[in-house]
């Protein structure tokens, strides 16, 4: 047999030193229309370097720049407040709100939960960065600790993360599934967690309570959202009984939410079929919830980078409010637009201006909270590094916040600046972040979950002292 070693040997090397030479090729030269990828085939075996605490504009002196306006003069002819002492970036939430009372209703709510035995929910739009209930699980779970409630609130009918979760067993089947990311172009009326779904005969739904958290073992109330051209029966099912069958009446073109009526608490399943649907049949999702209390409904839909929130009807969005009774509106977007060819916020500027614009035709009078985009890392010139886009895309959103009278909140700086992903992903064990340099770990979720909590603990104390209350203990 003959051998072929010295051939393979020799092709190795060729391709070794192939690469070797496309690494030094520029990143973005041309080839065949199309901009090449900075290639480092050495990069892996280099040390990685921490981004230090620079000037953003000094050190990047292209449009990623953005230096807000702090000059009183322009803010008071403009009638904006002034941006917040940048020491503070990170550790309190800014208010930009009229009067800078943008949580004081969202905190008398929250001390009338137990007096009046009052429900108090936040509306999470997010991407990926919280999908799974990454973060948003324990921070749901330790203010539930705090201010009550039991169960994980909204849940969604099909789920890409379902089997990631730990706040839910959740199982489905025989559903399309309509987003406004992958499905923008299709028409369809989107809920107002950014989804809609279609039943197929059969479609089945499970949700069950999880152990891994205090709150979500099991809950009380379930609410199922639906629209139908018509009534349409429903096969449904708690843990102690036997399928028991109902009907969804026609909601003459409006959302509607079907509940199973009194139940024995507390149920630690719930599950329903449609066997013949009609074609205008929706579903929309349901909430699982324990009474009086706190909910955090997470809105998040991966690869959003927030223009597509747009593609939810106002009139839709109010219909849900007006079943739910929102308390504070939260967004937390900008992972999708970072990419280290970034130089132009210009068109990002554009698109979250007009989706803040739109949130506030969804939900007029609410309080909203802007949360920045995290830090992100990756190679710059072969060393890992906070991504330029990042501390640009984060100031651009707060002058946002600002000029739209919301609240603010720098999870960039909160995170702990640059370098901070890096950080979560390398120097903790166990890791707080991904080698993706991008997504948190659920050891993160827990971490950062924790940090939102006392952050608004602490507000919650200083609304208080402010009203002349007892102080939070």
């Known amino acids: 047999m003959k051998n072929y070693l010295d051939q393979t040997l020799w092709l190795a090397l060729c391709v070794l030193l192939l690469m070797a030479c496309l690494s030094f090729l520029p990143e973005g030269l041309p080839l065949a229309g199309l901009p090449l990828r900075k290639m480092d085939i050495f990069s892996d075996i280099q040390a990685p370097q921490l981004m230090p605490p620079p000037d953003t504009a000094a050190q990047h002196p292209h449009t990623l720049a953005v230096r807000p306006a702090t000059d009183s003069t322009i803010a008071d002819n403009l009638g904006l407040i002034p941006i917040a002492d940048p020491s503070l970036f990170g550790r309190v939430i800014e208010d930009y709100s009229p009067g800078q009372q943008g949580l004081s209703a969202f905190f008398a709510a929250v001390d009338s939960i137990r007096p009046y035995r009052r429900t108090v929910r936040v509306a999470f739009f997010g991407d990926s960065f919280v999908e799974g209930d990454i973060l948003l699980g324990d921070l749901r779970d330790t203010l539930q600790t705090l201010w009550g409630g039991a169960g994980v609130g909204y849940v969604p009918i099909t789920s890409e993360v379902a089997r990631f979760k730990r706040t839910l067993v959740h199982r489905y089947e025989k559903w399309n599934t309509y987003s406004i990311v992958k499905n923008h172009n299709s028409g369809q009326p989107f809920g ?85 649907p009609d074609s205008n049949l929706l579903f929309y999702g349901a909430t699982l919830e324990g009474g009086p209390g706190f909910y955090l409904d997470n809105f998040s839909v991966r690869g959003n980078t927030g223009g597509r929130l747009r593609l939810i009807k106002p009139e839709l969005a109010r219909q849900f409010d007006r079943i739910q009774h929102y308390d504070l ?82 999870l960039y700086m909160g995170m702990g600046g640059p370098g901070a992903m890096i950080e979560f992903a390398e120097r903790h064990k166990p890791a707080l972040a991904n080698r993706d340099y991008t997504h948190l770990t659920h050891e993160g979720g827990k971490f950062m979950g924790r940090l939102f909590a006392r952050l608004l603990v602490d507000e919650q104390q200083q609304f208080r002292q402010n009203r002349g209350g007892i102080p939070f203990k």
């Open 329 to 410: 509106i939260v967004v937390q977007l900008g992972l999708n637009a970072v990419t280290p060819s970034l130089d132009n916020l210009g068109w990002y500027r554009a698109e979250l201006d007009q989706t803040f614009k739109h949130l506030q035709k969804c939900f007029p009078g609410k309080p909203v909270l802007v949360i920045s985009v995290a830090d992100r890392a990756g190679k710059i010139n072969g060393e890992l590094a906070t991504l330029p886009a990042v501390p640009a895309i984060a100031a651009m959103q707060r002058e946002l916040a600002r000029q739209h009278g919301f609240l603010f909140y720098d």
């Open 192 to 276: 107002i967690n950014g989804f809609v779904y279609r039943p197929k005969p059969e479609a089945f739904v499970h949700y069950e309570g999880a152990d891994y958290f205090r709150h979500t073992g099991n809950w009380s109330q379930v609410k199922l959202f639906y629209k139908a051209d018509s009534a349409a029966a429903l096969v449904w099912q708690t843990a102690d009984r036997v399928p028991q069958t109902d009907s969804l009446p026609a909601t003459q073109g409006n959302l509607s939410a079907w509940n199973p009526g009194r139940l024995r608490a507390p149920i630690r399943a719930f599950a329903f079929r449609v066997d013949f």
